[in-house]
């Protein structure tokens, strides 16, 4: 279940349906599918046949027209200019729209106005970060995440980088972490 953190504010939420509202008033999407049980070698068209009735109710509603499964491990190869790439502020041509199967990992959103928000998601988990919106990503500490992406178009998923360096404020370090 998701964690999210407002840390100008010292804030914490927990529970799904304050988090659900704080993300609404930020045009942030977020929802908790639940976890299915699934074989720990699950293929991506399994784990994409496990949660079609979602995924097709997400791809209706929010105009998506392909879906994949993108699984990162820490022995994923390049995988450290792969998080290179997505620490780093930046925005998309569309939607992010993520559901995590397995793993966790920490999304900092930047509203327009108002703090910067931190958001651990992890099984269960689907945050939409609209198109256009600041933000940035980081893997959890055993860096590990297996997660749907719905597209709008394939080709507009690439970053646009702020150069603001609003995330150097920030620490990449998931509560899950801390708590330990």
Same mark, same amino acid.
């Given at each position: 279940m998701a964690v999210l953190t407002?840390?100008? &504010?010292? @804030?914490?939420? %927990?529970?799904?349906?304050?988090? &659900?509202?704080?993300?609404?008033?930020?045009e942030i999407g977020y929802a908790c599918w639940g976890v299915r049980s699934l074989p720990a070698e699950a293929t991506p068209e399994e784990i994409l046949a496990t949660y079609a009735p979602e995924i097709d109710q997400w791809k209706a509603a929010g105009g998506y027209v392909t879906a994949d499964v993108v699984d990162v491990k820490p022995d994923t190869p390049g995988l450290d200019a792969m998080l290179a790439k997505f /620490? #780093?502020? $930046? !925005?998309?041509?569309?939607? &992010?729209? @993520? +559901?995590?199967? &397995?793993g966790r990992g920490l999304f900092h959103i930047h509203p327009e106005t108002g703090p910067v928000v931190a958001v651990e998601v992890g099984p269960g988990d689907?945050?939409?970060?609209?198109? *256009? %919106? @600041? $933000? !940035?990503?980081?893997?959890? =500490?055993?860096? #590990?995440? #297996?997660?749907?992406?719905? +597209?709008?178009?394939? /080709? *507009? !998923? %690439?970053? $646009?980088? %702020?150069? /603001? =360096?609003?995330?150097? *404020? +920030?620490?990449?370090l998931c509560l899950s972490e801390v708590a330990s």
């Open positions: 407002v840390p100008a &504010e010292n @804030r914490r939420l %927990t529970a799904i349906a304050e988090m &659900e509202a704080y993300l609404a008033q930020i /620490s #780093r502020e $930046h !925005w998309h041509a569309e939607d &992010e729209v @993520r +559901f995590v199967v &397995e689907l945050l939409v970060v609209p198109q *256009g %919106t @600041r $933000h !940035w990503f980081d893997l959890c =500490g055993d860096r #590990r995440i #297996r997660a749907i992406r719905l +597209f709008q178009d394939v /080709s *507009g !998923w %690439t970053p $646009h980088y %702020t150069e /603001s =360096g609003a995330e150097k *404020g +920030f620490q990449p």
